[in-house]
């Protein structure tokens, strides 16, 4: 048959690849839960939901997902003052729009992206010194 070499190992790495999957899909979804049970102004529950989301995109960095909730707890670092570092803000807007790429269709990866850019709106607003003059 057509089967050469080359193809012999292909069942075995796709064996791989669908365990590297499931294991950032299950890697994801537990950072979810410590993101939605815990409290979103404790540090510390974020940065260990950013550590499990960061294992899970190191296995596969085409999960959207990932993208999605690496975006949404760097947001809430930024938004809450935890950790409003340039730095921090720029990774905010690469992983939203990672998620955005990677997921078009998904509202969760538009609204990520939107707060994301809010987010740095407002402190580009805010660090003008613009605010006060709204109110006057």
Do not use: C
Not at 76 to 89: A, I, Q, Y
């Amino acid at each position: 048959g057509g089967r050469g070499p080359a193809s012999a190992g292909a069942p075995a790495v796709a064996a791989v690849a669908a365990g590297q999957d499931s294991e950032a899909r299950r890697l994801v979804a537990q950072a979810r839960k410590i993101y939605d049970e815990g409290d979103e102004l404790d540090r510390e529950n974020l940065l260990l939901a950013e550590d499990l989301v960061k294992r899970a995109l190191a296995l596969d960095a085409s999960e959207p997902s990932a993208w999605v909730l690496a975006a949404q707890l760097s947001y809430w670092l930024v938004w809450h003052s935890s950790d409003p570092s340039r730095e921090r803000r720029t990774e905010m807007i690469r992983q939203a729009a990672r998620a955005r790429a990677l997921a078009p269709d998904s509202v969760e990866a538009q609204l990520v992206q939107a707060n994301a850019r809010i987010a740095m709106a407002y402190e580009s607003f805010g660090s003008a010194g613009n605010r006060q003059d709204l109110i006057d």
